[in-house]
């Protein structure tokens, strides 16, 4: 409950309105953010690596 709160004030101080339905999804989405950070922190080599892509051949044709 406490981040409901912090998103109602920092909404409020912005001068945005902070609908009752939108609260659960703010908080949501900045729990999910807190835990990407968390990830890269621990893992932050991750964002040197290259990706890996596999296409089957078929496609190429």
Do not use: H, W
């Amino acid at each position: 409950m406490g981040e409901i709160n912090y998103i109602r004030s920092a909404l409020k101080k912005q001068g945005f309105p902070a609908l009752a339905s939108d609260l659960p999804v703010l908080a949501g989405l900045m729990a999910e953010v807190s835990r990407a950070e968390s990830d890269l922190r621990e893992f932050p080599e991750v964002t040197k690596q290259l990706p890996v892509t596999v296409v089957q051949k078929e496609l190429l044709k």
